[in-house]
């Protein structure tokens, strides 16, 4: 039988405790969202995470976070990545920490690291929804939805669901067609598929289950969905930053973060040279934060106008912008 649990601490959280959904939600009165990421090289996994998140708190100064995230490619395993988790839930209260497995996180500073960690204070409220995929990975987008919309989505201000988990392309279109299904045809979704399907959920390893995290708060967001041609590798690497200015557009003055979701194949395609997309990426978001990952499969729309899908071999910009 279902359980509700309902606790207080500076925020409302509840959470369905059936292996089917869990919900997390926070809502604070302060007047700005701040953003503080870090990253690690390090190879002990603890130790990593650790160091990470170390940054990211510092990052964020003597704000408290409101919602962390975390993207890995560091051990081998389930044990490796708990360890990084229990390094990362050291820093940060574990109840407000999600994440997944990553081929490598992508910061400003780093994409070639092990652990990357995104930190966000001030006025973001978040809500998160899990589902796991028996059934389809429509039906799985649907529970998400419904799940987040029970929530609360506000009808005002800015908001962006988080996608994440076992949806490896093609699976990833069925499942945001399931979460826009309830949340509508064009509500902005954007994010990527789990390395070895492995969700982190409240600092916890979640297989074979996906995620989604709805942020709300003052803000709009920016989107562009690009590809090239594998054979064509300079354009692999431009597109990365056409991307990003495309997303940012007239608002790049008033952006808080760039989120990333990039392909692992992509990554491959470019060898080597990968540095320069991350270059491009930071020329066009200048002294901005970027957080991201490279997966399986990304989601999002391909500009502003346009209704979220699952694609493969693309880089997802969704930008944060201040109003």
Do not use: W
């Amino acid at each position: 039988m279902n359980q509700l649990k309902i606790t207080f601490n500076g925020a409302l959280a509840f959470a369905v405790l059936a292996g089917m959904m869990t919900l997390v939600s926070a809502n604070t009165a302060e007047a700005a969202i701040y953003v503080g990421n870090g990253h690690s090289e390090l190879a002990d996994p603890q130790q990593a995470g650790t160091e990470a998140a170390a940054k990211a708190k510092a990052a964020l100064g003597d704000r408290e976070a409101k919602v962390v995230l975390v993207f890995d490619s560091v051990g081998n395993g389930v044990p490796d990545k708990e360890a990084m988790l229990a390094g990362v839930t050291s820093v940060f209260d574990k109840s407000i920490v999600y994440g997944c497995a990553a081929y490598a996180p992508i910061t400003q500073d780093c994409n070639t690291g092990t652990v990357g960690v995104l930190a966000l204070g001030g006025d973001i409220r978040a809500a998160a929804a899990v589902a796991d995929v028996e059934g389809g990975h429509e039906a799985c987008g649907k529970k998400i939805g419904e799940g987040l919309k029970a929530a609360g989505v506000p009808e005002g201000g800015g908001r962006v669901v988080l996608l994440f988990g076992a949806c490896h392309v093609p699976t990833n279109d069925a499942l945001v067609g399931g979460v826009c299904g309830v949340l509508g045809e064009k509500f902005p979704v954007a994010g990527g598929a789990a390395f070895r399907d492995l969700l982190y959920v409240q600092g916890k390893v979640l297989p074979k289950s996906n995620l989604g995290l709805m942020l709300c708060g003052d803000f709009k967001c920016g989107f562009a969905a690009k590809n090239a041609p594998a054979q064509e590798k300079e354009r692999v690497i431009a597109v990365a930053g056409e991307a990003a200015e495309e997303a940012l557009g007239e608002g790049k003055d008033k952006a808080l973060l760039v989120l990333a979701f990039d392909c692992g194949g992509r990554r491959g395609q470019m060898g080597g040279a990968i540095d320069k997309e991350l270059q491009l990426m930071k020329d066009a978001a200048g002294d901005t934060p970027i957080f991201g990952f490279y997966g399986s499969g990304e989601t999002g729309p391909k500009d502003n106008d346009s209704a979220p899908k699952g694609v493969g071999y693309h880089i997802v910009i969704c930008a944060i912008l201040g109003q």
